[in-house]
Structures are given as structure tokens and as C-alpha cells.
């Protein structure tokens, strides 16, 4: 019998993701993106690529994982959102003014 096919998982996309040099976490503050001593407003960013993960047994256990980078600064990161009632209206409000790529 076939091993069947294993969905990716947050931890295991972040880790990928590290690997690839998006080593910052990025939160929402003040409608920009921080990270440490690092800020960033929509200007000086873009949505590389978008992940969406789905819980297994609990359907508001969903999240959304950009990964971002900032040719203005020379960092790449990640910020992590919860998607539906548990959404981040912050998160939210600020990636609508990007060119958000569709999930994958």
C-alpha cells in the first residue's frame, strides 16, 4: 500500500522558509510591518508567496503564512494570520493595499 500524500504544515513551511533566508518574523504595528528594530510600510514590501493552512479536526484552526521581503531594506520574513472569525483586522486592513499572490 501507497504512503499517502502528506499536506505541508505551518512549522514545516516556516522551517522551509528560514532555510531560504526569510528569517525575520514580522508582526503588524501602527499599519506597518515590524521586526525587531526593522519596520517596514506598504511601500517598502511585497508579498512573495501565501500559504494557507487548514486544521485537520478544527475548522478555526486556519492561518494564512506570507512570506515578505523588502528590496529597501534587504531582510526577508514571515508574518502568520489567522483567517475567517480569528482573523487579524490589522493584518488584514494592511495587505489589501499589496498585490497579494493567491494561496497556496
Not at 17 to 41: A, C, P, V
Not at 74 to 90: E, F, M, P, Q, S
Request: hydrophobic share 35%.
Amino acid at each position: 500500500m501507497a504512503n499517502p500524500i502528506e499536506k505541508p504544515t505551518l512549522v514545516g513551511t516556516l522551517n522551509k522558509l528560514k532555510d531560504e533566508g526569510f528569517t525575520h518574523d514580522f508582526n503588524i504595528h501602527n499599519n506597518q510591518l515590524k521586526s525587531g528594530d526593522i519596520t517596514l510600510s506598504p511601500k517598502e514590501f511585497e508579498i512573495v508567496k501565501v500559504y494557507r493552512f487548514e486544521g485537520a479536526s478544527d475548522p478555526d484552526d486556519n492561518s494564512v503564512l506570507y512570506a515578505i521581503k523588502s528590496l529597501h531594506h534587504d531582510v526577508k520574513g514571515t508574518l502568520i494570520n489567522a483567517y475567517g472569525t480569528y482573523a487579524d483586522d490589522n493584518a488584514d486592513d494592511l495587505l489589501r493595499q499589496l498585490d497579494t499572490p493567491v494561496p497556496e
